[in-house]
């Protein structure tokens, strides 16, 4: 299984991004996929998932109202839209998905990994 994330970059406070991630070589039948961020000196967090069939989303405190995640079955690709920044949503992000079993919080739940894509907000 293959995650390749993109669309990080720097941006001010208060503006947007998306990011992308496609995921390849997947052949379980559940489907989990979310994202995680790492800040510098500071332990990944997870951040927001989406389970499929059902489309249900899961977000952390700290983005719910601001990003969205999203999943387009079709091209195996997982949307976060992340709209009113902050410096402190500056980290590394992460695409992750699991083998089995339902959207979970635990990092220790997930099997793949994506190498990362870094968002500066400044």
């Known amino acids: 299984v293959q995650l390749v994330e993109s669309g990080g970059g720097s941006v001010q406070a208060g503006g947007s991004l998306r990011l992308s991630c496609t995921r390849s070589?997947?052949?379980?039948?559940?489907?989990?996929m979310g994202w995680f961020r790492q800040a510098p000196g500071k332990e990944r967090e997870a951040v927001a998932f989406i389970d499929s069939p059902d489309g249900s989303t899961y977000y952390t405190n700290s983005v719910k109202g601001r990003f969205t995640i999203s999943q387009d079955s079709s091209k195996n690709t997982v949307y976060l839209q992340m709209n009113s920044l902050k410096p402190e949503d500056t980290a590394m992000y992460y695409c992750t998905t699991r083998s089995r079993g339902a959207c979970r919080w635990a990092e220790d739940m997930y099997d793949y990994w994506g190498q990362g894509t870094q968002v500066t907000v400044s």
């Open positions: 070589g997947y052949t379980y039948k559940t489907n989990c």
